[in-house]
């Protein structure tokens, strides 16, 4: 009984920590550049739109006037104009926070 209760909370641990066999350069309780990558390309199917992917621990984000701190992969949309859209998502579970868009610069002098 002592063992089994002792593998239970050693087992219970190791899940609740995230670990596991494979190790990459983030840990393994966030998605992956891909599959932020492969979430952020349904908002845009356009072919001439370069991706980029950032990932960002404590970025600060405003919503309903609140600032709160996520762990996120920001994905960007360049489109050829210069304008992009950038897609907030939760690194955990890959949901959309935020999704922005910026207009190009255009100088008109």
């Known amino acids: 009984m002592k063992k ?6 050693i087992s219970l641990t190791v899940i609740l920590s995230g670990c596991s066999e494979n190790n990459n350069s983030t840990s ?5 550049k891909d599959k932020s990558l492969e979430i952020a390309k349904k ?5 001439d739109v370069k991706w980029e992917t950032k990932f960002e621990e404590d970025k600060e984000i405003e ?9 996120v992969w920001v994905v960007t949309a360049n489109y050829p104009a210069g304008n992009k859209m ?4 939760n690194a955990i579970n890959g ?3 935020v999704m922005t868009e910026e207009e190009a ?5």
């Open 4 to 9: 089994t209760v002792l593998l239970l909370i």
């Open 28 to 32: 393994s309780i966030y998605i992956t």
């Open 43 to 47: 908002y845009e199917r356009n072919q």
């Open 63 to 71: 919503i309903n006037n609140k600032n709160e701190k996520y762990t």
């Open 86 to 89: 950038l897609i907030y998502l």
């Open 95 to 97: 949901q959309e926070i």
């Open 105 to 109: 610069n255009i100088r008109t002098d």
